[in-house]
Structure formats: structure tokens, C-alpha cells
């Protein structure tokens, strides 16, 4: 006798004797023959061109009415339904999950554990027989239930003794219009995944397993796409088989970089009024938003850029060109086309400014970070005496650990000498820049991978500086699109920052620190937004330089400033070269 696991202590029942339902599952006979057998492995080894369907873009099969009793499969779903379900997020899934079948009790879902045994003997044993491989007695199997919006984003399967992937389908009557479908992609010459090469509808009581090959050269990237339909679950039991003693995944080839870029001395004080809302260029609003940020690890201002500017700026998005960025297992994504910008554009203007020496030092001074040298530039530009050891302790920046973003703002030094004719060198920390404008719409999505966590670890801290454009007034937050940071193997989240119009996004991240954005689903519909994003290496934390110098003018950075003039008087650099490095990277 027992309770009812629904939770009334009313209901009591018999539970059914220990292996009531082994009997219950059944193979098609037709998947028994010994010729299926041969069929099978001419597919999965290359030996035929009979069945070329099934070998692209890589060997699969669906045996459809895989179970001989259709009563069996509706026992299974109805018990199925009724476990209890977790719901997953993470960059490549949305989906509810159940824990593996072998954590069940038998007491209470017998015919789930019944199906489990099944898979262990009269399934392995199939798969040995029509594959000629040996299976070791591990089997990972559990249940995945797809609902409106949920997806699974494109990877390959290939951990250490996986041999076999597969999926038992049990969702009646399910329309391929309705989403869910399993998508399989060809592969280009270095073995990412491109386009997707054949779409298969879940069908109920099939059984579709492929392998998955460790070795370089033999792909099995695949996704479960969005499910559209309302009211709709693509229910199934997936897991894998196992061998013992698999080889290392061979890594894929590394992924050309964006070249990052030294900041540039072509932007003068003129275009930073014209570009940057005024209110954060003031001083007291400056040192109030930093001391704002020394109680947070994360800030985003709104209204950031003049009215005039961002609404030119978003008008010539909406008609510039975007290319579709992948591969689809890290990323995909519109970027921007910067040689297609037309002349005098002003979209290339505020690409200048982001990349400037004017925006590194207003990021030094918006946060307490070491991309501008102020202390250089007063040694050789006034007599002044150095900051006080006082004033130094009482600085606010950014905290060294932990704080995974900083956001803190405070106005530029004043400076009245000239600078030298080489203070422009003496000027620059070792800064380094990279940055492009991404088009984020339905569909659209970015993902952690090895190679991103291989990346931060050599690049060190970075700064991300992300400006928002959009037509909407407010995003849809359960549509996705958010940036989301994760420290390496920690699944739980730092900071997530949602797309607004004319804001920016200031984060000062550790290199075991990495980024994502969410997938976009079917609730955004048409609309979308653009996003610049600019990220500087080199950046050190630590102890502001510039505390000392901020109370010496009231009014913030001043037009008078000679840090402007500087910028003003030296030979601007020729960025030709820049420009078409910048165009050939991305």
C-alpha cells in the first residue's frame, strides 16, 4: 500500500508486483531481420548508395512503428506526462527535463523503469547486432518535453564513450508546422556546421538513433527547433549507449579572430559633444553614478547618446547591410557590413568615436579603470604635485575581485600646459579594441564554447561597452536577447543585461568570465534592435589615477580642457590601413 504520488493521503492503492510490465515492450519484427542488419550497416559505414537519404549529412536512422504494441506506447506517454518535470535554461536549451529514468522508483512509475530495461537489453542488444559495435551496459536515458518557445540549439553530442544518440518519440499526431522538428546540418571544409541539410518531424513510436564519431572529419551537429504551436508539448525519451575506451573529440580547427585595434587620435572634443548625452560629461553626475556603482557589480545608462545623433544613427541601421554571422554552433547573428556604410556616414563617425584615445579616456574616468594614463599625462603636462596618498585610499573604483562588471564615471583632469608633441604615446596604456555592430531578431542567438573560454583566459580583464538601438520602447523580456555572463563551469549567473533604447552597458569582466546571448524566440515577432559592441583588453583595475585631479574643475570635462586640445593638435593618424584590416578580419 502506498500514497497516491500526486500528494492526496486519501487515495490508496496496490502497487504493481515487481516486473509486472517486462513483458510489455516489444521491436517491430520487421527491425529483427538479418538482413536490416546488413541494410543498417551499409548505411552506417558507407557501403551502399541505396539509401542515400539516410547517410546526409551524416548516418541516421528512423525506424517508424518501432514498438510492435501501440497500447505500449500509451502507457509509456501517460506515465511519462505525469513525472515530474524541471525546467532547463541555459545559452543552448530551453526545455523541461526529467532526471534519468534510473533515478526513478519502480513503486511508482513501473512502466518507465520497465522501458529503461528494455532500452539496457532488447535495444542494445539490436544495436549491437545491426551496427557490429559493442556496447558497453551504461545507458543515459531521460525525458525531454519542448513546449511554445522552447528549442535546443545546434552541437554535436560528442562527449567521452558516447557512441550512439538516440530519441524515442512520443508526441501523437505531431505537425511539422507546429516547430519541434530535428534539424541535421552539413558541415563545411574545416567541420563547422553551416546550413541545415534535412529537417525530421518527431513521429510518434519512432526511434531515431545516428552515431556520434569522435575523430576529426565525421560530424553530427543538430538542434531541436523552436516550437511555435500554443498549447503543443513535443514529449520523447533520449539519452545514449555507450562503448568503453573512446578516443579524445578531436578539437576543430580555432575560428579566425576580429583583429583588435589600437585606439585611435582622429576624434576631437567637438565629436564627443555631438555624439555623448552632456548630462554624463558633468562632473557632479559623473561622481554621483560612480559612487552609485561602488554598491553594484553592474550599471546601464539610459538616454546615453544626444537625441540627434541616436535617431540619425538608428535610421541608418534600419537600412544598412547586415551579413549573417555564424557558425550556427557559436553564433548567428546579422553583422553589420562596414564597407557597405555609405559616405560620410554616421554610423562609421560613432564606430570612430568608440575606437578613439577620447573614449579611453573617458572610460577611465567613467570608471576608475587603467585605460588611460592620467598620472603620465600630469607628470608631463603640469607641476603640480601628485594626488595625496589620502586621496588615493578614498578612491572609488571599481573592487579587484569578484565584481564581474563596473560601471563608475567621473570627469577628465584639467590641464593647463600644452602637452608634447609625443604625449600621445606616453598618453596610451597597452589598449587594445575590437568592435562591431550585431542586428539581434527572432532566431538570432550567441553561445559559450571552448575556444570563447580559451580566448578570455589569454586576453585577460576586458571592458565591454555596449550601446543599445532600438524602435520598440521596451523589449520583450521572456523573447530572449539578453546578454547574460557565466564564470567558467558555473552554471548560475553574474549579470544579465536586457536590450533598451539609448542606453549603454558598462562591464568589467575577469578573464574566467564569459558572455552569451540568449536565444530570440517567436514572442518578439518582427521587431528587433542593434547593438554596438565594443570590448578593450588591457584594462587593469585597481586604485583610480584620477581621483586627485577630478575636484580641480567644477564643471567636468570642459572645452577648454588641453586633454581636448591634445586630441585637437596632434597629426591624427591615417586610418586606411585600420579601416581595411578592420573590413578583411570581420
Request: glycine letters at 4%; proline letters at 6%; hydrophobic letters at 35%.
Amino acid at each position: 500500500m502506498s500514497g497516491d504520488p500526486a500528494g492526496g493521503d486519501a487515495t490508496f492503492h496496490l502497487q504493481p508486483p515487481s516486473g509486472q510490465y517486462d513483458n510489455l515492450f516489444h521491436i517491430n519484427p520487421d527491425y529483427l531481420k538479418s538482413e536490416y542488419a546488413e541494410h543498417v550497416k551499409d548505411i552506417l559505414f558507407g557501403n551502399s548508395h541505396n539509401d542515400e537519404t539516410s547517410k546526409k549529412p551524416f548516418p541516421h536512422l528512423s525506424l517508424n512503428n518501432f514498438l510492435a504494441s501501440t497500447k505500449a506506447v500509451d502507457l509509456l506517454r501517460a506515465e511519462l506526462r505525469k513525472a515530474p518535470w524541471t525546467k532547463k535554461e541555459n545559452d543552448l536549451y530551453t526545455l523541461s527535463r526529467t532526471t534519468d529514468l534510473q533515478n526513478f522508483d519502480a513503486t511508482i512509475y513501473p512502466i518507465l523503469k520497465s522501458f529503461r530495461k528494455f532500452l539496457a537489453t532488447k535495444v542494445r542488444d539490436l544495436l549491437m547486432k545491426i551496427t557490429g559495435i559493442k556496447l558497453n551496459g551504461r545507458v543515459d536515458v531521460a525525458g525531454s518535453k519542448y513546449e511554445q518557445y522552447d528549442m535546443l540549439l545546434p552541437h554535436d553530442d560528442r562527449m567521452e564513450e558516447r557512441k550512439f544518440a538516440f530519441i524515442f518519440y512520443l508526441s501523437p499526431e505531431w505537425d511539422s508546422e507546429w516547430g519541434g522538428n530535428l534539424q541535421l546540418f552539413n558541415s563545411d571544409e574545416n567541420y563547422y556546421p553551416t546550413n541545415v541539410a534535412k529537417s525530421i518531424t518527431p513521429l510518434n513510436n519512432s526511434f531515431l538513433f545516428f552515431d556520434i564519431d569522435h575523430s576529426l572529419g565525421h560530424t553530427s551537429w543538430h538542434c531541436v527547433e523552436e516550437v511555435t504551436e500554443a498549447g503543443k508539448a513535443r514529449i520523447s525519451l533520449n539519452g545514449w549507449f555507450h562503448i568503453d575506451d573512446t578516443p579524445p573529440s578531436t578539437k576543430l580547427p580555432p575560428l579566425p579572430t576580429i583583429e583588435k585595434l589600437t585606439p585611435t587620435l582622429d576624434i576631437q572634443y567637438e565629436d564627443v559633444r555631438k555624439w555623448i548625452n552632456p548630462l554624463y560629461i558633468a562632473q557632479q553626475e559623473q561622481k554621483a553614478i560612480k559612487r552609485l556603482f561602488a554598491t553594484k557589480s553592474e550599471l546601464k545608462l539610459d538616454n546615453f547618446l544626444t537625441d540627434e545623433m541616436y535617431k540619425q544613427a538608428l535610421a541608418e541601421l534600419k537600412s544598412a547591410k547586415f551579413d549573417q554571422k555564424g557558425p550556427v554552433n557559436s553564433r548567428s547573428i546579422g553583422r553589420l557590413d562596414e564597407a557597405s556604410l555609405p559616405e560620410n556616414s554616421v554610423i562609421a563617425q560613432l564606430l570612430r568615436l568608440v575606437c578613439s584615445e577620447a573614449i579611453t579616456l573617458l572610460i577611465t574616468q567613467w570608471t576608475g579603470l587603467h585605460l588611460y594614463d592620467l598620472k603620465s599625462l600630469e607628470e608631463e603636462t603640469t607641476s603640480s604635485t601628485k594626488p595625496s596618498q589620502e586621496e588615493d585610499d578614498n578612491d572609488d573604483g571599481p573592487p579587484t575581485k569578484k565584481s564581474k562588471c563596473t560601471v563608475d564615471v567621473e570627469a577628465p583632469p584639467t590641464q593647463k600646459s600644452k602637452p608634447s608633441e609625443n604625449l600621445g604615446e606616453k598618453k596610451k596604456k597597452d589598449v587594445k579594441v575590437v568592435s562591431f555592430i550585431n542586428k539581434m531578431s527572432h532566431g538570432c542567438y550567441s553561445l559559450c564554447d571552448d575556444q570563447m573560454a580559451a580566448d578570455a583566459e589569454n586576453n585577460g580583464f576586458c571592458f565591454d561597452f555596449l550601446i543599445f538601438f532600438m524602435e520598440k520602447e521596451v523589449w520583450e523580456k521572456l523573447g530572449g536577447g539578453y546578454y547574460s555572463y557565466i564564470a567558467v563551469n558555473d552554471p548560475n549567473e553574474i549579470l544579465r543585461v536586457q536590450p533598451s533604447p539609448n542606453s549603454v552597458a558598462f562591464v568589467f569582466r575577469e578573464p574566467e568570465v564569459l558572455s552569451f546571448i540568449k536565444y530570440i524566440n517567436a514572442r518578439v515577432g518582427e521587431d528587433c534592435y542593434y547593438v554596438l559592441n565594443c570590448s578593450f583588453f588591457g584594462a587593469t583595475s585597481g586604485e583610480s589615477d584620477s581621483e586627485a585631479s577630478v575636484d580641480s574643475d567644477p564643471d567636468g570635462l570642459d572645452e577648454d580642457d588641453s586633454n581636448w586640445e591634445d586630441f585637437d593638435e596632434i597629426e591624427p593618424e591615417d586610418n586606411d590601413e585600420e579601416d581595411e584590416q578592420r573590413s578583411e578580419a570581420e
